[in-house]
Nanobody, 124 residues
Framework: QVQLVESGGGLVQAGGSLRLSCAAS????????MGWFRQAPGKEREFVAT????????GYSDSVKGRFTASRDNAKNTGYLQMSSLLPEDTAVYYC?????????????????WGQGTQVTVSS
């Protein structure tokens, strides 16, 4: 069974950095775009970043653009979300997801495999 396992979340002070990882088992990682989403308490899940299979096409939400960077190592079946200049409003559970095809996408409906989520808490 295909699994996505996220890691790297934790507690950090505002202005700090964290790097999230998303490791996929099996060959599910192949030829699939990747997305990162987050959900804060009492709010709907929202788009954060996306990265095509090739790594050449990326997209970010306005709220994280310039602070977060998505990347992937296809040889290791692992994706990453480098988060810098973190703000208290970045506090949320972060999810990685693999898409139905190789493209990047802003829509969560384009993704069919989801990780379990990792908590990121930014203190002020």
């Amino acid at each position: 069974q295909v699994q996505l396992v996220e890691s790297g979340g934790g507690l950090v002070q505002a202005g700090g950095s964290l790097r999230l990882s998303c490791a996929a088992s099996g060959r599910a990682f192949n030829n699939r775009g990747m997305g990162w989403f987050r959900q804060a308490p009492g709010k709907e899940r929202e788009f954060v970043a996306t990265l095509a299979w090739s790594g050449r096409s990326t997209g970010y939400s306005d709220s994280v653009k310039g602070r977060f960077t998505a990347s992937r190592d296809n040889a290791k079946n692992t994706g990453y979300l480098q988060m810098s200049s973190l703000l208290p409003e970045d506090t949320a559970v972060y999810y990685c997801a693999l898409g139905r095809d190789a493209r990047d996408s802003y829509s969560q409906f384009s993704y069919e495999l989801w990780g379990q989520g990792t908590q990121v808490t930014v203190s002020s």
